[in-house]
């Protein structure tokens, strides 16, 4: 400890900490997030080096629990069949460690995606879990269940019929009530996934299963299908020690921003009633819309003032997430590949929200997002964003074609979603450095500060990230 700090008053002193620790735990929550979906926890270790050279801090990894291992299919991870032990088809409590402890000696923390509303639909919807084959298989192979577990005595069952809510299928989901109490059912018959009732035990198992994976090292959690939860289990599970140090940010997928039926149900009630992060899916709409024929991108220069963003410091933000392609619901929320790689420039290129990459390993789409975390243009942007974090944004052009920033004197973004090359005008008195090279990190283009008025180019359907060199 500094000698200096000795002599303050407490209340002085204490005070000059929470300064540091702001100033210190801020900054963090911007990092930029590799959500390594459906990857094997083995594969996300074996590229602890890469991650980290490309300049990701943090990584996004398939739900640590038990689930099915036939077929492998990916939202199979979303049906979990026991908490208390990692086992799937992508992984083990070892490799995840193992995966732990080699992203952490490059500097790079793990992010568990969790699955606590409901459970697996399997055995004619059945409610005991993990079920007897899987108790029967614990104690037939104790040595190997053991090094799999997180907590608990796997001598007994989970979870029974008394932990669940009525097996009713949602058909309503303007209805908030039977979102957060009834199932998440395919087409009829389909009996659904089983729904947890947060009783104390379940509450307490949930608890139990966080505290393990954070005793592990995980530094976040994502909390799926957030808006079936109640405010009152989520807040219950979710302690002030289980949540110190940890990045936690929910999953409530919307349509639109704060004038949507969705947003004022789910997404605007989690926000207000937890002090959780969220997906910004506001912000995901608003891009989409912008870069549209018919759009704007002038819509892009303040979000957050109209509406259609959340606030930088509650934000989870991304072009895309592992729902869109994967469910056939969401699928109208993919962009052309253009219009997302300027939707990546803009929310890697900002100064508000925590970035997501997504690479995906199921395939989906002709394996069009499998190696974009490594792509060039990804990589230079990440570079960028690690270049200008914690600079202050300040708008510098914005109509139908073009919005473009600066991020203090560090860097200037410009994104031009039309046809043809735009140049915009940058006003430079003490807002630039003069006489130094601005390069973008994705072609090498430079350009140089040297009058009051600066005109720079932005080629057509492209986006530019100018860092001072």
Same mark, same amino acid.
């Given at each position: 400890?500094?000698?200096?700090?000795?002599? #303050?008053?407490?209340?002085?002193?204490?005070?000059?900490?929470?300064?540091? /620790? /702001?100033?210190?735990?801020?900054?963090?929550?911007?990092?930029?997030?590799?959500?390594? %979906?459906?990857?094997?926890?083995?594969?996300?270790?074996?590229?602890?080096?890469?991650?980290?050279?490309?300049?990701?801090?943090?990584?996004?990894?398939?739900?640590?629990?038990?689930?099915?291992?036939?077929?492998?299919?990916?939202?199979?991870?979303?049906?979990?069949?026991?908490?208390?032990?990692?086992?799937?088809?992508?992984?083990?409590?070892?490799?995840?460690?193992?995966?732990?402890?080699?992203?952490? +000696?490059?500097?790079?923390?793990?992010?568990?995606?969790?699955?606590?509303?409901?459970? +697996?639909?399997?055995?004619?919807?059945?409610?005991?879990?993990?079920?007897?084959?899987?108790?029967?298989?614990?104690?037939?192979?104790?040595?190997?269940?053991?090094?799999?577990?997180?907590? @608990?005595?796997?001598?007994? @069952? #989970?979870?029974?019929?008394?932990? %669940?809510?009525?097996?009713?299928? &949602?058909?309503?989901?303007?209805?908030?009530?039977?979102?957060?109490?009834?199932?998440?059912?395919?087409?009829?018959?389909?009996?659904?996934?089983?729904?947890?009732? !947060?009783?104390?035990?379940?509450?307490?198992?949930?608890?139990?299963?966080?505290?393990?994976?954070?005793?592990?090292?995980?530094?976040?959690?994502?909390?799926?299908?957030?808006?079936?939860?109640?405010?009152?289990?989520?807040?219950?599970? %979710?302690?002030?020690?289980?949540?110190?140090?940890?990045?936690?940010?929910?999953?409530?997928?919307?349509?639109?921003? =704060?004038?949507?039926?969705?947003?004022?149900?789910?997404?605007?009630?989690?926000?207000?009633?937890?002090?959780?992060?969220?997906?910004?899916?506001?912000?995901? *709409?608003?891009?989409?819309?912008?870069?549209?024929?018919?759009?704007?991108? +002038?819509?892009?220069?303040? !979000?957050?003032?109209?509406?259609?963003?959340?606030?930088?410091?509650?934000?989870?933000?991304?072009?895309?997430?592992?729902?869109? !392609? =994967?469910?056939?619901?969401?699928?109208?929320?993919?962009?052309?590949?253009?219009?997302?790689?300027?939707?990546?420039?803009?929310? #890697?290129?900002?100064?508000?929200?925590?970035?997501?990459?997504?690479?995906? $390993?199921?395939?989906?789409?002709?394996?069009?997002?499998?190696?974009?975390? $490594?792509?060039?243009?990804?990589?230079?942007?990440?570079?960028?964003?690690?270049?200008?974090?914690?600079?202050?944004?300040?708008?510098?052009?914005?109509?139908?074609?073009?919005? +473009?920033?600066?991020?203090?004197?560090?860097?200037?973004?410009? &994104? *031009?979603?039309?046809?043809?090359?735009?140049?915009?005008?940058?006003?430079?008195?003490?807002?630039?450095?003069?006489?130094?090279?601005?390069?973008?990190?994705? =072609?090498?283009?430079? /350009?140089? &500060?040297?009058?009051?008025?600066?005109?720079?180019?932005?080629?057509?359907?492209?986006?530019?990230?100018?860092?001072?060199?």
């Amino acid at each position: 400890m500094n000698k200096s700090l000795v002599n #303050l008053s407490p209340r002085l002193f204490h005070l000059c900490t929470l300064l540091l /620790f /702001f100033c210190l735990a801020g900054p963090a929550k911007a990092d930029v997030i590799l959500h390594a %979906f459906n990857w094997t926890y083995t594969d996300v270790k074996n590229k602890a080096t890469e991650i980290s050279n490309l300049g990701y801090k943090a990584v996004l990894v398939a739900p640590p629990l038990k689930s099915s291992k036939t077929g492998c299919q990916w939202w199979q991870r979303y049906q979990p069949q026991d908490w208390r032990v990692i086992d799937h088809c992508l992984g083990n409590k070892e490799s995840f460690v193992a995966m732990v402890n080699a992203l952490k +000696a490059k500097g790079v923390v793990v992010y568990a995606d969790i699955v606590l509303n409901h459970m +697996a639909n399997e055995r004619n919807g059945a409610t005991d879990f993990p079920g007897s084959a899987a108790l029967t298989d614990y104690a037939s192979n104790p040595t190997y269940w053991n090094k799999q577990k997180l907590f @608990g005595n796997l001598d007994n @069952g #989970l979870l029974s019929s008394w932990d %669940f809510h009525e097996a009713k299928c &949602i058909s309503d989901y303007n209805n908030v009530w039977q979102v957060q109490n009834w199932r998440l059912c395919g087409a009829y018959p389909d009996k659904g996934l089983p729904d947890l009732n !947060p009783n104390s035990y379940v509450v307490e198992s949930q608890r139990s299963y966080l505290q393990g994976l954070k005793n592990l090292g995980v530094k976040g959690f994502r909390v799926d299908a957030a808006k079936h939860m109640t405010n009152w289990h989520i807040n219950q599970i %979710f302690t002030a020690s289980i949540k110190q140090g940890m990045h936690v940010f929910g999953e409530v997928i919307t349509s639109g921003g =704060t004038n949507t039926s969705d947003y004022q149900n789910y997404l605007g009630p989690y926000l207000n009633g937890t002090d959780h992060d969220a997906y910004d899916f506001p912000l995901l *709409n608003a891009m989409r819309n912008a870069l549209q024929p018919s759009g704007s991108m +002038a819509a892009l220069d303040n !979000p957050y003032a109209n509406g259609n963003a959340l606030a930088g410091d509650r934000a989870v933000t991304m072009p895309i997430t592992h729902d869109i !392609p =994967t469910n056939s619901g969401f699928r109208y929320l993919i962009m052309n590949s253009t219009d997302e790689h300027l939707a990546y420039a803009y929310v #890697l290129g900002r100064r508000d929200g925590a970035p997501m990459v997504f690479s995906d $390993k199921t395939g989906t789409d002709n394996n069009r997002w499998v190696d974009d975390y $490594k792509q060039s243009d990804i990589k230079a942007m990440v570079k960028f964003h690690n270049r200008v974090k914690g600079q202050a944004q300040e708008s510098v052009w914005a109509d139908n074609c073009v919005v +473009a920033f600066r991020r203090g004197k560090e860097g200037v973004v410009g &994104i *031009n979603k039309c046809g043809e090359e735009r140049w915009i005008k940058l006003n430079t008195n003490d807002k630039y450095y003069w006489y130094r090279n601005y390069v973008d990190t994705l =072609t090498g283009d430079t /350009f140089s &500060i040297d009058a009051s008025v600066k005109w720079i180019r932005i080629p057509a359907r492209s986006a530019r990230l100018w860092a001072a060199s």
